[in-house]
């Protein structure tokens, strides 16, 4: 097929704006959280209502330009933006509303986890969003969707009632349990390889705003036995509460000691949804190990989804390993505390971080059937991120991520797909596996035949 960029017959009835390289806001645009993604698009379509998002996704396939779609832009793998060809935006489609007595919110498929959990906690409310508020609602959701209010109320995909989607033939759709059922089930947690979903109707949930976080810092000698301890408190743990846990470089902080900052540390602890005084009755168990440091924090709900803002901010080059666990043994314990480094010869400073945080609860309620999320069954998810600026270019940053990766694999049970960077055919299989992943690719061959969503964690038809 022959490539075009003439883009005179998009501007034709199109209301959002049309960016090409040299022109003001391009550079822009096409910068995403991950600054390790420095591709350059033939066209940007900066969309403002799906039928936006319609013409430009025809106009992509009439010319034969490769199609992306940004939402948030905070894929870690990058996929929102093309090199050579068109990125779809949907970044201008932010609005949320929200119905506080039926408990709905509608939200574009651009906007960011903070605009939703700002409109909706004005009300008391909330549903399952991620843990940083300048995520991308979309990504976020069509992958599944993990939050501190998923073992209360199950991952953001459980909550949504509809999607708004526009299809490869340009179609806009209406998916829900009663309307397109195979493409609602495939949206929930299948990402984005059916279409762009240019809206999501969300179920909401009284909670309040009352939150707490919990962090004790161990040395790694003394780490293990603290996180067997951890470990075991799981399986009872209230629903409010979510375990964390991380393998770190201590920073200057002032609740850790001078005598440990830039050293390895673990900490332990949780995230509690609720009166804070509750939450504490959980900490007597955790600090029978011993913890060097401890940080506990009463927050509203809309600040516990900031608290990450900062660390997790657009500008570094970042890559991540992930794996679902549903046993934490001690070797992986032990695989968690050395960071991909036993023998301790690496300078901490360059060494991927780990985290784990527990799954369960409402998550694991949820039958394995009802959507193309999977995995239910995880005790704890595990993700060795590392991250640098320029110039260095990052090739030993990745090596030491994918080694950390690598120590914890042998424990593996799959892979929460957000979370994948560079992982291909194995990754999607470790994702889905064989069941849902046969059942996905039937979806797929009904609503995108030709695979023009490809620029993803990829479904062939």
Same mark, same amino acid.
Request: include cysteine.
């Given at each position: 097929? !022959?490539?075009t960029?003439?883009?005179?017959?998009?501007?034709?009835?199109?209301?959002?704006?049309?960016?090409?390289?040299?022109?003001?806001?391009?550079?822009?645009? !096409?910068?995403?959280?991950?600054?390790?993604?420095?591709?350059? =698009?033939?066209?940007?379509?900066?969309?403002?209502?799906?039928?936006?998002?319609?013409?430009?996704?025809?106009?992509?396939?009439?010319?034969? /330009?490769?199609?992306?779609?940004?939402?948030?832009?905070?894929?870690?793998?990058g996929?929102?933006?093309?090199?050579g060809?068109?990125?779809?935006?949907?970044?201008?489609?932010?609005?949320? *509303?929200?119905?506080?007595?039926?408990r709905?919110?509608?939200?574009?498929?651009?906007?960011?986890?903070?605009?939703? +959990?700002?409109?909706?906690? !004005?009300?008391?409310?909330?549903?399952?969003?991620?843990?940083?508020?300048?995520?991308?609602?979309?990504?976020?959701t069509?992958?599944?969707?993990?939050?501190?209010?998923?073992?209360?109320?199950?991952? #953001?995909?459980? %909550?949504?009632?509809?999607?708004?989607?526009?299809?490869?033939?340009?179609?806009?759709?209406?998916?829900?349990?009663?309307?397109?059922p195979?493409?609602?089930?495939? /949206?929930?947690?299948?990402?984005?390889?059916?279409?762009v979903?240019?809206?999501f109707?969300?179920?909401?949930?009284?909670?309040?705003? #009352?939150t707490?976080?919990?962090?004790?810092?161990?040395?790694?000698e003394?780490?293990?036995?603290? /996180?067997?301890?951890?470990?075991?408190?799981?399986?009872?743990?209230? *629903?409010?509460?979510?375990?964390?846990?991380?393998?770190?470089?201590?920073?200057?902080? =002032?609740?850790?000691p001078?005598?440990?900052?830039?050293?390895?540390?673990?900490?332990?602890?949780?995230?509690?949804?609720? +009166?804070?005084?509750?939450?504490?009755?959980?900490l007597?168990?955790?600090?029978?190990?011993?913890?060097?440091?401890?940080?506990?924090?009463?927050?509203? @709900?809309?600040?516990?989804?900031?608290? +990450?803002? %900062?660390?997790?901010?657009?500008?570094?080059?970042? @890559?991540?390993?992930?794996?679902?666990?549903?046993?934490?043994?001690?070797?992986?314990?032990?695989?968690?505390?050395?960071?991909?480094d036993?023998?301790?010869?690496?300078?901490?400073?360059?060494?991927?971080?780990?985290?784990?945080?527990?799954?369960?609860?409402?998550?694991?309620?949820?039958?394995h059937?009802?959507?193309?999320f999977?995995?239910?069954?995880?005790?704890?998810?595990?993700?060795? !991120?590392?991250g640098?600026?320029?110039?260095?270019?990052?090739?030993?940053?990745?090596?030491?991520?994918?080694?950390?990766?690598?120590a914890?694999?042998?424990? #593996?049970?799959?892979? @929460?797909?957000?979370?994948i960077?560079?992982?291909g055919?194995?990754?999607?299989?470790?994702?889905?596996?064989?069941?849902?992943?046969a059942?996905?690719?039937?979806?797929?061959?009904? @609503?995108?035949?030709? %695979?023009?969503?490809?620029? %993803?964690?990829n479904?062939?038809?």
């Amino acid at each position: 097929m !022959r490539v075009t960029t003439d883009v005179a017959s998009l501007r034709s009835g199109f209301d959002g704006q049309i960016l090409q390289p040299g022109d003001d806001g391009y550079d822009e645009s !096409r910068r995403i959280w991950n600054g390790m993604i420095d591709r350059h =698009p033939a066209v940007i379509a900066r969309c403002t209502a799906a039928a936006d998002v319609a013409a430009a996704v025809m106009f992509g396939r009439s010319g034969g /330009l490769e199609i992306a779609v940004r939402g948030g832009g905070h894929g870690v793998a990058g996929y929102a933006v093309p090199e050579g060809g068109l990125m779809v935006d949907l970044s201008p489609m932010n609005k949320v *509303r929200v119905d506080a007595d039926r408990r709905r919110a509608w939200v574009q498929g651009g906007a960011l986890l903070g605009s939703l +959990d700002q409109a909706s906690q !004005r009300f008391g409310l909330a549903t399952t969003a991620g843990n940083v508020s300048h995520t991308g609602v979309g990504g976020l959701t069509l992958g599944g969707g993990m939050g501190w209010l998923a073992r209360l109320h199950g991952l #953001a995909c459980d %909550n949504v009632e509809s999607y708004e989607v526009v299809t490869a033939d340009g179609t806009i759709e209406r998916a829900s349990a009663t309307q397109n059922p195979d493409l609602f089930w495939g /949206l929930r947690g299948g990402g984005g390889n059916f279409g762009v979903v240019t809206e999501f109707e969300f179920r909401l949930h009284r909670v309040g705003a #009352a939150t707490m976080t919990a962090d004790l810092f161990f040395t790694p000698e003394a780490a293990p036995r603290a /996180l067997r301890r951890w470990r075991d408190l799981l399986p009872e743990a209230p *629903r409010q509460a979510t375990f964390t846990a991380s393998a770190v470089t201590a920073g200057d902080l =002032p609740f850790v000691p001078l005598e440990l900052q830039g050293k390895a540390m673990v900490s332990i602890g949780f995230v509690w949804i609720g +009166d804070p005084e509750q939450g504490q009755k959980l900490l007597p168990a955790l600090r029978e190990a011993g913890p060097v440091a401890e940080r506990i924090r009463p927050l509203t @709900y809309v600040e516990l989804q900031q608290v +990450d803002d %900062n660390p997790q901010g657009h500008g570094r080059s970042r @890559y991540w390993k992930s794996h679902y666990l549903r046993e934490l043994g001690d070797d992986a314990i032990d695989a968690f505390v050395s960071r991909g480094d036993p023998t301790g010869e690496i300078d901490a400073a360059l060494l991927a971080s780990g985290d784990l945080q527990a799954w369960g609860g409402e998550i694991a309620a949820t039958g394995h059937d009802e959507s193309a999320f999977s995995h239910r069954d995880a005790l704890v998810e595990f993700v060795a !991120r590392n991250g640098w600026v320029a110039p260095d270019d990052g090739q030993h940053r990745i090596a030491l991520a994918r080694r950390y990766g690598a120590a914890i694999e042998p424990f #593996a049970s799959g892979a @929460y797909v957000n979370d994948i960077t560079d992982a291909g055919v194995a990754g999607v299989q470790s994702a889905y596996g064989s069941d849902n992943l046969a059942r996905l690719a039937k979806i797929k061959a009904r @609503y995108d035949p030709d %695979n023009v969503f490809h620029l %993803n964690h990829n479904i062939r038809p």
